[in-house]
């Protein structure tokens, strides 16, 4: 037991001793930035024992008045627009900053909203650029719309009442036009079929065309083949044949019945419009 | 290596192994999954306090303490180490920087391998192999036969007896590594 509390002590003073010659690679939790890579080897540049980094620390290199201005002569990291430093609710340098965390980190901030005054809080643009893209440039309205402080990207809350009147009308600025057949052909307001609240389902009027009853509730490849909303056909199930149609046409005395719905508009056998025996258009 | 030995005693000893890694593993996706890894960095915490809570089978073998009973305490050394350990390992994906506490998390896996090795080969190897001589001496068997045929459960056996040797300098490694890597933290937070 003796032996192995000397062993103990020995490896303690051991490794006690590297830590101190060592300590970047023995005890640091991960890469300080790029400004900060002379104190790697100078722990108490930053900490003070037992209480963690001082804000003092911070100031004696940092001067808070001078963060956001070309006075800020440690680096040139910091621009005129996060000019705010001095008006943070609480001074408390690593609620936001913090470091260990590679030279040049990802994320190097974990920036609090909370931390700012609620006037400069709500004044976005004072510290944020504007998007220039289109969208962002139809809406009418301030930022806290859709975004929020948790998660810039999470855009929960977007109303397309906030665009622009005139902007809102045309879909395309800001949606991809769909490239099938259908969509590539029309030319009319999207908000024909499609609403601002729910792109799916489009309300198209296939009913204007052809009524889609409980014999033809079936998908649209089955007459819109090959993805192609121009044409269709009606020999798509085993119900209607060309010899039977031909047949059941000729028998009426109709030999021009290639564009069936230009008569049917539905199934219903007793609503048959326009077209005439001879085949020739009755309006015509 | 014998089949005996192997399916009583090395199986067992790889699977309480592999469940803590696995263990370890399911806490850290769970984490992971909802958003909530942070707490990761805080689980060294609750598995310090539950490795050190084990060691009070050390103190009550050396009768520093009178509590309870030293077998019941093994058990509660064994389970409550184990389950630290696994605590231990989610903190560890943190990622951390610093070798020491590296250092100290590997030591702490070799720790658990000895454990085990305690636990699940040295003890009841000891048992198995005395158990096989008496059967083998019923049967009848010359003693120079018995040998002959207890050849690979002594070697075995000889060979895993070695890390009960090295149990406790391990151990001491561990806590050394792991006190280190505590101070250090406290001075610099």
């Not at chain 1, 800020?72 to 910091?78: A, E, G, P, R, T």
């Not at chain 1, 900053?97 to 700012?116: S, V, W």
């Amino acid at each position: 037991m003796n032996k192995l509390l000397v062993f103990g002590v020995i490896i303690t003073v051991a490794i006690a001793l590297l830590i101190v010659k060592f300590p970047h690679t023995l005890i640091s939790p991960g890469e300080l930035t790029n400004g900060h890579q002379k104190f790697n080897n100078d722990c108490f540049s930053c900490h003070t024992p037992f209480q963690g980094v001082p804000n003092s620390k911070c100031i004696a290199c940092h001067n808070i008045e001078d963060i956001g201005s070309q006075k800020d002569s440690i680096d040139d990291l910091f621009s005129e627009s996060i000019k705010f430093h001095e008006m943070l609710t609480q001074q408390n340098c690593t609620a936001c900053h913090m470091d260990h965390k590679g030279i040049n980190p990802k994320e190097p901030i974990t920036f609090e909203h909370t931390l700012l005054e609620s006037s400069l809080v709500q004044n976005c643009l004072g510290c944020h650029a504007k998007q220039e893209d289109v969208l962002h440039t139809a809406l009418s309205t301030s930022c806290g719309n859709c975004h929020n402080f948790e998660n810039w990207q999470s855009v929960a809350n977007f109303n397309h009442d906030m665009i622009n009147k005139d902007q809102a009308q045309n879909c395309v600025t800001c949606h991809k036009k769909p490239e099938d057949n259908l969509h590539s052909k029309i030319v009319d307001n999207c908000l024909l079929c499609h609403s601002v609240t729910k792109w799916k389902p489009a309300t198209f009027e296939h009913s204007s065309y052809f009524v889609l009853d409980n014999d033809h509730n079936t998908d649209c490849v089955v007459c819109h083949q090959n993805n192609n909303y121009e044409s269709y056909t009606c020999y798509g199930c085993h119900e209607h044949t060309p010899s039977n149609i031909a047949s059941e046409h000729r028998e009426e005395g109709i030999v021009d019945f290639r564009d069936c719905v230009r008569c049917h508009k539905s199934a219903d056998e007793d609503n048959i419009q326009g077209g005439d025996r001879s085949g020739n258009d009755d309006d015509d | 290596m014998p089949k005996s030995i192997f399916l009583k005693y090395i199986i067992p000893f790889l699977l309480w192994f592999g469940l803590m890694i696995f263990f370890a593993f399911l806490l850290d996706y769970f984490l992971h999954l909802n958003n909530i890894y942070w707490i990761g960095k805080y689980l060294g915490i609750p598995g310090t306090i539950l490795i050190v809570l084990s060691f009070m089978y050390s103190l009550r073998k050396r009768k520093m303490i009178q509590t309870s009973t030293p077998k019941k305490l093994l058990n509660v050394h064994e389970y409550m180490a184990w389950a630290g350990s696994i605590l231990i390992l989610v903190h560890s994906g943190v990622h951390y920087n610093g070798h020491l506490a590296w250092m100290a998390t590997y030591m702490m896996i070799i720790n658990v391998l000895s454990g085990l090795t305690g636990k699940y080969i040295i003890k009841n190897a000891r048992a198995s192999m005395d158990a096989r001589k008496q059967s083998l001496i019923a049967e009848g068997l010359s003693s120079e036969n018995i040998e002959k045929e207890l050849f690979y459960d002594s070697i075995t056996f000889g060979l895993i007896a070695k890390w009960r040797v090295i149990h406790l300098p391990i151990a001491m490694m561990f806590l050394i590594l792991g006190l280190l890597h505590i101070i250090t933290i406290i001075i610099f937070s």
